[in-house]
């Protein structure tokens, strides 16, 4: 059974760059659509970045396209969000998130029911 697990949390300054990692075990990521959302405290989750593993296609809601950037590793066991020019704003709690349903994920923000989550990394931007 795939199972998620992210890591690279951390504490970083205004303006820094982090990269996150999501390890998938039990099972590789070939076919599935990953999505990276975030949490902040008292607000709601969004997707943040989205990545089809079938043609390689990534999608970014408009408010972050040219921060961050999701890749995976040729294996298909790990996926990446690099994030850059971090603002205060974007310290949450970062999950990833496996799906099958490319459309619902990365289409229309909306993990599907059957979709498989970690257990979240936190990010503190603060100086």
């Known amino acids: 059974q795939l199972q998620l697990v992210e890591s690279g949390g951390d504490l970083v300054q205004p303006g820094g760059s982090l990269r996150l990692s999501c390890t998938a075990t039990?099972?590789?990521?070939?076919?599935?659509?990953i999505g990276w959302f975030r949490q902040a405290p008292g607000k709601e989750r969004e997707g943040v970045s989205c990545?089809?593993?079938?043609?390689?296609?990534?999608y970014y809601p408009d408010s972050l396209k040219g921060r961050f950037t999701i890749s995976r590793d040729n294996a298909d066991t790990t996926v990446f969000l690099n994030m850059t020019t971090l603002k205060p704003e974007d310290t949450a709690t970062y999950y990833c998130?496996?799906?099958?349903?490319?459309?619902?994920?990365?289409?229309?923000?909306?993990?599907?029911?059957?979709?498989?989550w970690g257990q979240g990394t936190r990010v503190t931007v603060s100086s």
């Open positions: 039990g099972a590789t990521l070939d076919g599935y659509a």
């Open positions: 990545l089809s593993t079938v043609d390689g296609s990534a």
């Open positions: 998130v496996a799906d099958t349903l490319r459309y619902s994920l990365c289409g229309r923000w909306s993990p599907s029911s059957r979709a498989s």
